[in-house]
């Protein structure tokens, strides 16, 4: 029998831990999907503990008359999609290990994933007239920290045209563009040479009313770009 090629090798391994991970994916998707569904059709008062964190602020349904027991479910409800769809943007998503190569491309798909997330995060909100606050202050996830993963997942898809509709949401909620947030949107920009998209968001990002300074030190005529260079900001 000849011996197999090193780089077959290689590629039949990438192929199968392709194959295994797309079924780990898969068999994940369906229980999450089981899960949810068997919790909607159970009784809203036998929930598990871990949901009542995104209903703790509404009024029990045995405090309430009938029809004000119906609006309270309804908010529950509304809580409850919008912040599975937060916690399931800020997962961080590691389970098992796989090759490199197949790894990288199951980030792409999460990436994907989170930014059609994003849209239906907005749709709901705008439906149910509730804000990026509120459902932060559930979820206890930071505002700037989800924002900010929304623009990382644009960089990792190469959609450079979803960032400027990423923090233009942002500027709409009154969610604070602070110095730090607004050098890591740029140090990701300019880290994939997103240099007209950078100038594009820059207004948003100064909006707040954050200034860039030229870092410490000689002045430097020659100085990079400041989405290159990591400089400090003041306010």
């Known amino acids: 029998m000849e011996v197999l090629d090193s780089g077959i090798i290689l590629e039949l391994h990438i192929e199968l831990s392709l194959l295994m991970a797309m079924m780990i994916y898969a068999v994940m998707r369906y229980y999450l999907a089981r899960v949810q569904v068997k919790q909607r059709s ?8 871990s949901h ?19 609006r309270a479910g309804m908010k529950r409800t509304k809580y409850h999609q919008l912040c599975m769809i937060m916690d399931e943007v800020m997962e961080v998503r590691s389970p098992f290990e796989v090759h490199p190569k197949v790894e990288e491309m199951l980030k792409k798909r999460a990436a994907e994933h989170n930014l059609r997330l994003f849209d239906e995060f907005c749709h709901l909100l705008d439906m149910y007239a509730l804000t990026v606050v509120e459902i932060a202050r559930v979820t206890k996830h930071s505002t700037t920290d989800f924002y900010k993963t929304l623009v990382q ?6 959609i450079n045209n979803k960032v400027a509709e990423i923090l233009t949401h942002m500027a709409k909620h009154n969610i604070p563009r602070n110095a730090s947030f607004g050098v890591d949107v740029l140090k990701h920009l300019g880290g994939v040479r997103w240099f007209k998209e950078a100038l594009h968001i820059y207004p948003i990002l100064t909006s707040d009313g954050l200034k860039p300074s030229a870092p410490s030190g ?11 260079t990591g400089a400090r900001w003041a306010q």
């Open 153 to 158: 997942n644009c960089v990792k898809v190469n």
């Open 218 to 228: 000689p002045e430097n005529p020659r100085r990079r770009p400041l989405w290159t």
């Open 52 to 70: 009542d964190k995104y209903v703790e602020h509404t009024p029990s349904l045995s405090d309430e008359t009938a029809n004000r027991g119906r």
């Open 42 to 49: 159970e009784d809203p008062l036998k929930r598990p503990d």
